[in-house]
């Protein structure tokens, strides 16, 4: 399964946003069932941002995410994340 979460940065929080986030993105990489994770902005709106990652399930993804260090650093930057699914099953690969 893959999850993507969007978030909305104002542009003078982005250098930090993105040294926080690639902690975030560090920390999950750790967990088991992790396959890829990346942290993109929009070349359009430089104030969007992507947090995807690619998981062997929903399972290890909510624990990943229910894991002590990850809450530690992901929490303070949900705030800016936008509401809106995130999970999604992957039905065709190429």
Known sequence: MIAI???RVPGED???FAERMTAVLTTLSESPG???GRLA???DDP???ALVTEWDGAGHYRRALGAYDVRM???PL???AVDEP???EVVSSV
């Open 14 to 16: 982005s250098e930090d």
């Open 41 to 43: 902005r929009t070349v």
């Open 73 to 75: 650093r992901f929490i």
């Open 47 to 49: 104030g969007l941002w």
């Open 78 to 80: 949900a705030a800016m």
């Open 34 to 36: 992790f396959r890829s």
């Open 86 to 88: 995130g999970a999604y």
């Open 5 to 7: 979460t969007r978030y």
